[in-house]
């Protein structure tokens, strides 16, 4: 590991520990065992580290997003449901422990930081919305699902994992983890069955 990434990897833990605001250059650079003229070196300032964490989440959401011709073709085999829990696993591929103190950052930044604020609203709601909706357009295409709002279903369902994700990111342990990763499945279970073509037949042949 270079020192340059040293430094972002030890500012991130500190930034999502105590806040930006909370850690100094010094508390950086002697976190990473460096002289604290030496971090300017690779960095102009706290500002430039927060600019590469804010880059770097940014990245790390838009590979989480399968292209939507991947989509149309995944809903060749699967249901509204299970296609959305699938998006969700493929979120969940990219949570490690830098991506939880990333989000960490982020979640809590936004309200003082115009980076990350930009950030929570253009990626996390504005690009999230849009993307959902547009899976749900080829869903009601592929007549997978009945007529519906999507804009509604995709904000209903962004705003549930949005705050799902968060309550992730402060979870202390594997058990909490996954109780929060359950309740992430059991959602797209919830929300999208309802809506499934396949589920209103069943439940008008049954009645």
């Given amino acids: 590991m270079s020192t340059k990434e040293k430094i972002f990897a030890c500012a991130l833990d500190l930034f999502s520990k105590k806040g930006f605001n909370g850690v100094s250059m010094r508390d950086i650079a002697k976190k990473v065992g460096i002289k604290g003229s030496s971090i300017y070196n690779h960095y102009a300032g706290k500002k430039a580290i927060m600019d590469d964490i804010c880059e770097t989440f940014v990245k790390t959401l838009a590979f989480s997003r399968p292209p939507l011709q991947e989509v149309e073709q995944m809903l060749n085999q699967m249901d509204a449901a299970e296609l959305f829990k699938s998006l969700i696993i493929s979120y969940g591929k990219r949570i490690d422990k830098s991506w939880t103190q990333m989000a960490r950052i982020i979640f809590s930044e936004h309200f003082y930081n115009e980076e990350a604020k930009r950030i929570f609203m253009n990626e996390l709601i504005e690009k999230n919305v849009s993307y959902y909706e547009s899976v749900l357009s080829i869903m009601e295409q592929k007549q997978k699902i009945r007529a519906c709002d999507k804009h509604v ?22 058990a909490d983890r996954a109780e929060v990763a359950h ?15 396949g589920q209103i037949e069943r439940q008008n042949s049954e009645e």
């Fill in 153 to 174: 279903i995709a904000v209903l369902f962004n705003n549930e994992q949005i705050m799902l994700s968060i309550q992730y990111a402060h979870c202390e342990t594997d």
């Fill in 183 to 197: 309740l992430m499945m059991t959602s797209a279970d919830y929300l999208f069955q309802n809506l499934e073509t």
